[in-house]
């Protein structure tokens, strides 16, 4: 998002205040009490100083079940995995938001973790990180379309770069808004009951909402009769590019025996279609790919070094997540014990 020009932050600052005790006044104090999320603000700031109940706790408060004993099991299951892997957090000293990112989309796979992983950078980084959900996204987007005609919305957060603008757009709106004296939870709270309570009965045209990404492809619809899927253990980003690679080279019929450049896997699953909604995620992925971290094997090297380098890059937290563009004609080969036939005997056979 191109920044805002003085005009435009004056002219969206006047719309907030028109409607700012309408909305503010709906914000659910009790369920989203203050004082333990200031606590976590903190807290949060010193990973390793950070408990279980904490994570529970904080997880808890922004899902909305504050006080509550049961509640979704999907929620319990995101937050002991986060628990679960919380010390190897700690330990990786990510501080920056695609780092943060990469670590949580790869433990958090087959979680709709955005808005989770949103959260958790902003505990981590209150300052300049932002709360991000739906609601304050879509009042982001209408206050945009009333300064810029042109403004195509979007359905929901889903990128680093959306948690960027948001960011960007709540900061410029602080100082201007005089009924948020300055407190930028106070803005905030208002953003989120505007895009609750009247941004959603807004009808929006087509023409001006991007399409959602894709979700993230289902396991159970992957299928093969030239490959073993069975062998992919793992369910990460790293292991959906290869069942995603070898549906491409099934499809086309390509030699399975044959050596590929790490270019020509490239092109057979780029970013576009794999689902995965952050670049950063992706090449930190692509990385992992061709490493041997968490025992993936899916790859022999006509550089045998170079295996060793990935699954080392894989396991630094201060890597280039881009390192792998630096070895794009390297050559590679699928390591046979995740072939079943020749895609050509596979075919016949249909």
Known sequence: MSALTKKEIESIAKTI????????????????????????????????????????????????????????????????????YWPEFAESGRTELDGIFAFWEDRLAGHQSFVTIAFLSHLLNPDKIEIIDQHNFRAMNYLMSTVRPDWVWKRNPVSLDDIIDFSAFLQSQLPMVKEAKGNKRELDKFLMMLGKHKVKTIPVSRSKVA???????????????????????????????????????????ADVEAAYTIEEI??????????????????????????????????????????????????DPSRDNTCWKKYLDERVNINPKYVVSSLGAAQKSE
Do not use: C
């Not at 992919?232 to 549906?247: H, K």
């Not at 699953?269 to 090449?283: D, F, M």
């Open 266 to 315: 490239k092109k057979r699953i780029p970013i576009q279609k794999t689902g995965i909604a952050i670049s950063s995620s992706y090449n930190y992925a692509m990385v992992a790919l061709f490493g041997n971290q968490r025992g993936r094997d899916y790859f022999q090297f006509e550089n045998a070094k170079l295996g060793v380098y990935f699954t080392e890059q894989a396991n």
């Open 17 to 84: 205040s028109e409607h700012y005790s309408d909305y503010i006044s709906k914000y659910e104090s009790e369920k989203y009490p203050e004082e333990p999320y200031m606590a976590w603000r903190e807290a949060f700031t010193e990973p390793k100083m950070v408990g279980q109940d904490d994570i529970r706790q904080a997880l808890e408060w922004k899902y909305g079940h504050w006080g509550k004993v049961n509640y979704v099991p999907a929620h319990k299951v995101i937050i002991a995995k986060l628990q679960k």
């Open 211 to 253: 399409p959602a990404l894709s979700k993230k492809h289902e396991w159970s619809s992957f299928t093969s009769k030239a490959f073993d899927l069975g062998k992919i253990s793992l369910r990460s980003n790293a292991d959906l590019l290869f069942a995603l690679l070898l549906q491409s080279l099934e499809a086309d019929g």
